[in-house]
């Protein structure tokens, strides 16, 4: 995958700069990292999550049901 660093904030970059200086990581190993870390911390659970679907699992009780119960 293709990574242009110029799509991000100034505020990212300067964030990703410093996490580079302080552990003496190149770009790529930082962005690995913070990836590895994000999916640890369970980011992806709900980033492009879809909706579930919800089944109807009792039928709806129509009038005339409900009237013909008896006493």
């Given at each position: 995958m293709l990574f242009d660093r110029k799509q991000l904030s100034e505020e990212t970059n300067?964030?990703?700069?410093?996490?580079?200086r302080a552990k003496g990581w190149s770009f790529e190993r930082a962005l690995n990292e913070l990836g590895i870390h994000g999916v640890a911390?369970?980011?992806?659970?709900?980033?492009g999550r879809?909706?579930?679907r919800v089944f109807q699992?009792?039928?709806?009780k129509?009038?005339?049901?409900?009237?013909?119960?008896?006493?």
């Open positions: 300067r964030q990703i700069d410093r996490l580079m911390s369970g980011a992806t659970s709900a980033v879809h909706k579930a699992l009792v039928g709806q129509r009038a005339s049901d409900r009237d013909s119960g008896g006493p």
